[in-house]
């Protein structure tokens, strides 16, 4: 009985040592939770890295360009003459051929009127709206630009191309309304008094406008001066091709070339009949006798003549 008592105490012992160390075992799975707070601790400055890399997306926003732009070249004096002529004879041509049918013909005024009109709006409207170009700037290979390089706004081409049409109509409301100004009285003058004024208005605008284009070493008129335009040669580019009536008012280019070629030719003409004047005038300083061996030339000739008409009196 003694032993197997001692056999049961020695049992019940070793259990409580075998619960203990069960227990003990929690202690193991602290030491992951340390790591994963740890983790957590060094994950959190990530975020900071992006807050501070942040401010480098703000947009910093160019000056807007100022003068020529480059890779342009100022329209030549001979270009600008072909583009006013060709735009003179668009706008103005059926103008002056409704007041010639109104005032001569008294006939077709309906159909000159129309023929303006229409002239008009294709030139000053619907041209520069499809291409940013008159008809003048086709034929002599022009086109306005601003100084990004880009067309300027449709309302700078209706001011340019329409101003020697606004000082026609000046004129001619100054013709009909002066003597109204100064024969009527009450509302009739007031009126007569509006339209004369804007005529004057019109007519010193056309002025300025030239003033403004010869005093300029980029030939810029009034209107290109305010809307920042440049009238430069027309070079076609990669992402320029025309097609369709563009390319039909592209090939009016041809004319330009033609009138410029033959332009030039009379120019290198004169030049060349300059320089052969100043080669003879040259030789001719260079050598001094033969001025005065003319001079002697001619006056033995006048002398043996005035010999001859002596002995024939005397005969």
């Keep these: 009985m003694g032993l197997l008592d001692k056999a049961g105490d020695v049992g019940s012992a070793k259990k409580p040592a075998a619960k203990a160390v069960a227990k003990a075992k929690p202690v193991a799975k602290a030491v992951p939770k340390a790591k994963a707070v740890a983790k957590a601790k060094a994950v959190t400055p990530a975020p900071v890295a992006v807050q501070v890399a942040s401010p480098a997306a703000v947009v910093v926003k160019k000056p807007r360009p100022q003068g020529l732009p480059e890779n342009f070249e100022i329209a030549s004096a001979n270009a600008r003459r072909i583009a006013w002529f060709t735009n003179f004879v668009v706008n103005l041509g059926p103008i002056f ?68 049409i606004f000082a026609l109509m000046g004129l001619i409301f100054l013709m009909v309304n002066v003597q109204s100004v100064m024969n009527t009285k009450g509302s009739e003058q007031i009126w007569a008094s509006i339209w004369s004024i804007l005529g ?44 369709g009536i563009i390319a039909k008012l592209e090939s009016m280019g041809t004319y330009g070339d033609r009138y410029s070629k033959r332009q030039t030719e009379k120019k290198v003409k004169r030049e060349e009949k300059a320089k052969a004047a100043e080669a003879e005038q040259a030789i001719l300083a260079e050598s001094p006798g033969t001025g005065d061996e003319e001079s002697e030339v001619k006056s033995e000739d006048s002398s043996s003549k005035s010999d001859s008409e002596a002995e024939d009196k005397s005969e």
């Design 97 to 164: 051929a409704f007041l010639f049918s109104v005032t001569i013909l008294d006939a077709f005024t309906t159909i000159f009127a129309l023929v303006a009109l229409i002239a008009l709006v294709l030139n000053l409207i619907v041209v520069p709206v499809m291409s940013g170009r008159t008809l003048g700037n086709f034929v002599s290979r022009t086109k306005n630009v601003n100084s990004s390089g880009s067309k300027p706004i449709f309302l700078h081409a209706l001011l340019v191309y329409s101003t020697g």
């Design 200 to 243: 004057v208005v019109f007519i010193v605008l056309f002025f300025v406008n030239v003033t403004f284009k010869n005093s300029s070493a980029l030939k810029q008129g009034l209107y290109d001066t305010l809307f920042g335009a440049y009238l430069v040669k027309h070079v076609t580019v990669a992402g320029e091709e025309s097609s």
